[in-house]
C-alpha cells in the first residue's frame, strides 16, 4: 500500500528527492513518516509530517524537507548536502495520528552517497 521511489547513488553534496505513493484514501489523514535503516545499524526515524506539521531528526535538520501532496497521496523527501553517512535504505511509512507506532510500511528505496 506504500510504494517509495527515487533512490540512487550520488555524491556527497548533492540531492534527491524520494516519493512514497500511497493506495487507498485513508492515508491522507495519517501521519507520513520517513525511517532509514543503514548497514549494521538500527532503523532510525528521518522525518514525519501531519497536516502542516513536520519534525525532523536533528541529524537532517536544515538538509531533508518533507512535503505531501494529499491529491496524490504521495509524501516527498527532498534530501541536500547529502553525506556519505546517510547512505541508508530509506522506508515510507504511515500510522493513524494517535498511534504510537506505524503500521504500514513502503519497501524501501537504497540512498548512496558516495565521498
Known amino acids: 500500500q506504500l510504494q517509495a521511489s527515487g533512490g540512487g547513488l550520488v555524491q556527497a553534496g548533492g540531492s534527491l528527492r524520494l516519493s512514497c505513493v500511497a493506495s487507498g484514501s485513508t492515508f491522507s489523514t495519517y501521519v507520513r513518516g520517513w525511517f532509514r535503516q543503514a548497514p549494521g545499524k538500527e532503523r532510525e526515524f528521518v522525518a514525519s509530517?501531519?497536516?502542516?506539521?513536520?519534525n525532523y531528526a536533528d541529524s537532517v535538520k536544515g538538509r531533508f524537507t518533507i512535503s505531501r501532496d494529499n491529491a496524490k497521496n504521495t509524501v516527498y523527501l527532498q534530501m541536500s548536502s547529502l553525506k556519505p553517512e546517510d547512505t541508508a535504505v530509506y522506508y515510507c511509512?504511515?500510522?493513524?495520528?494517535?498511534?504510537?507506532?506505524?503500521?504500514?510500511w513502503g519497501q524501501g528505496t537504497q540512498v548512496t552517497v558516495s565521498s
Open positions: 511509512a504511515a500510522k493513524p495520528r494517535y498511534e504510537k507506532t506505524y503500521a504500514y
Open positions: 509530517i501531519f497536516s502542516r506539521i513536520t
